[in-house]
């Protein structure tokens, strides 16, 4: 799915509402809208100047809309959705929150999961390996992925008042522009690159 502007992000977490984690309905007990605002609000007050975690936050189970059933790929649709429009680190905390699933519970296993996420996490690759272990905390981004993925597994309280949809859409309005701003930048420093790349002197044969 293209996402053109904050506009068309807005309108597919208004839909959000009575779409659900399984298409049965026999998953979390939260629709997608309550568990964005309640996982968003989590890390508001968590993290309150990190705009760009709060975000993820809200659209990281976008996925099982864009395509219900997909456990084990909502992440990553959802991360290919968000990232033209909300930039490379909310795309990849979005994709890193069922990572961190699995990093927990393989470092914390008495942690407790939901019943749908404990049902999932086989699906999406079970406990990690050492090796996978290793891996995922040298990544810069680990920490907040772990994070997020806390405030996913608090945000699915059933009549919590979390706010409104609409509330989020000058926060989305901010990351959107800064994303574009470092877009915009990064696609001058290739050009140059290039530029620099085909400057030649005289051809010495």
């Known amino acids: 799915?293209?996402?053109?502007?904050?506009?068309?992000?807005?309108?597919?977490?208004h839909a959000c509402r009575g779409a659900w984690d399984t298409p049965d309905r026999s998953g979390d007990?939260?629709?997608?809208?309550?568990?964005?605002?309640?996982?968003?609000?989590?890390?508001?007050?968590e993290r309150p100047s990190d705009k760009e975690l709060q975000v993820a936050g809200l659209v990281h189970d976008i996925g099982h809309l864009l395509?219900?059933?997909?456990?084990?790929?909502?992440?990553d649709h959802a991360a290919e959705a968000v990232r033209p429009l909300l930039g490379?680190?909310?795309?990849?905390?979005?994709?890193?929150?069922?990572?961190?699933?699995?990093?927990?519970?393989?470092?914390?296993?008495?942690?407790?999961l939901s019943p749908q996420s404990a049902l999932t996490l086989g699906a999406q690759g079970g406990a990690m390996s050492?090796?996978?272990v290793a891996a995922f905390e040298r990544d810069p981004l680990?920490?907040?992925a772990v994070t997020l993925r806390q405030a996913d597994d608090a945000g699915k309280v059933v009549g919590l008042d979390a706010g409104v949809m609409e509330d989020w859409r000058t926060v989305l309005e901010l990351?959107?522009?800064?994303?574009?701003?470092?877009?915009a930048v990064d696609r001058r420093g290739v050009e140059r690159?290039?530029?620099?790349a085909g400057t030649r002197g005289p051809d010495p044969s």
């Open 67 to 75: 395509r219900p059933g997909d456990d084990a790929g909502h992440a």
């Open 142 to 144: 680990a920490e907040d």
């Open 88 to 112: 490379d680190r909310v795309a990849r905390l979005v994709l890193l929150h069922v990572a961190a699933k699995r990093y927990l519970a393989t470092t914390s296993p008495g942690r407790g």
């Open 29 to 45: 007990p939260v629709d997608l809208h309550d568990h964005g605002l309640q996982t968003a609000a989590l890390l508001r007050r």
């Open 1 to 13: 799915m293209e996402l053109r502007g904050v506009d068309d992000l807005m309108d597919l977490l």
């Open 130 to 132: 050492p090796r996978e």
């Open 175 to 183: 990351v959107a522009s800064r994303a574009a701003r470092l877009d």
């Open 193 to 196: 690159g290039g530029e620099r």
